[in-house]
């Protein structure tokens, strides 16, 4: 059983940062796909950003370039969202996911494993 446990979430002033943590139980870390995901109530499930297994190739969903960054350390067992300059619509609830294997994706169904999630809340 593959365990997802995100950390990190808060509250924050439009304009501030915060980063995002999701630390994979187990050994198949290193060869998964790794992805973020924010649901806002009301809401469907939408894609943040994608990274593949070696950490080398990164996707990100229009909404959040330029402002988001994921990253990965594979001796951790960790995959890293950083999100600065929030915006109020920002606020959600934030799910990392993994699949085994080399590729990436920015669709919900590709993720085998999930996480419970971390709140983000931003105010204005």
């Known amino acids: 059983q593959v365990m997802l446990a995100e950390s990190g979430g808060g509250s924050v002033q439009a304009g501030g940062s915060l980063t995002l943590s999701c630390v994979t139980s187990?050994?198949?870390?290193?060869?998964?796909?790794m992805g973020w995901f924010r649901q806002a109530p009301g809401k469907e499930r939408e894609p943040v950003l994608s990274?593949?297994?070696?950490?080398?190739?990164?996707y990100y969903a229009d909404s959040v370039k330029g402002r988001f960054t994921i990253s990965r350390d594979n001796a951790k067992n960790t995959v890293y969202l950083q999100m600065n300059s929030l915006k109020p619509e920002d606020t959600a609830m934030y799910y990392c996911?993994?699949?085994?294997?080399?590729?990436?994706?920015?669709?919900?169904?590709?993720?085998?494993?999930w996480g419970q999630g971390t709140q983000v809340t931003v105010s204005s």
């Open positions: 996911a993994a699949r085994t294997g080399s590729g990436w994706s920015l669709i919900a169904s590709w993720y085998d494993y």
């Open positions: 187990g050994d198949i870390f290193s060869n998964c796909g």
């Open positions: 990274i593949n297994s070696s950490g080398d190739s990164r």
